[in-house]
């Protein structure tokens, strides 16, 4: 499998960006997708999931009520919407693909996209 992030940038506090993943290889619609985050110096913290069926999705304390998670089978594309973007936001984001059992388990992982949030 394969997963190909895009969308990372620079925004100022208080933005949006919205962040894409295309998983290739047919594993989209039996996996659950998510994202994880990592500072410089930092360790590395989950943002999202949702599962296979779209239907539920879990968020970081961190993130909720300001990022969503969504999912489009007939692209095998995850998305993940952050708003209202903060400096501490400021981190390389991964997209995954993994198994949701209680919680998220990651499995596979594609490269990075940086986003920085400038205040």
């Known amino acids: 499998v394969q997963l190909q992030a895009s969308g990372g940038g620079l925004v100022q506090a208080g933005g949006s960006l919205r962040l894409s993943c295309t998983v290739s290889g047919r594993t989209f619609r039996s996996s659950a997708t998510g994202w994880f985050r990592q500072a410089p110096g930092k360790e590395r913290e989950f943002v999202a999931a949702?599962?296979?069926?779209?239907?539920?999705?879990y968020y970081g304390n961190s993130v909720k009520g300001r990022f969503t998670i969504s999912r489009d089978a007939a692209k095998d594309t995850v998305y993940l919407q952050m708003n209202s973007l903060k400096p501490e936001d400021t981190a390389v984001y991964f997209c995954t693909v993994g198994v949701y059992r209680g919680r998220y388990f990651p499995a596979g992982w594609g490269q990075g996209t940086q986003v920085t949030v400038s205040s």
């Open positions: 949702i599962n296979e069926s779209g239907y539920g999705s």
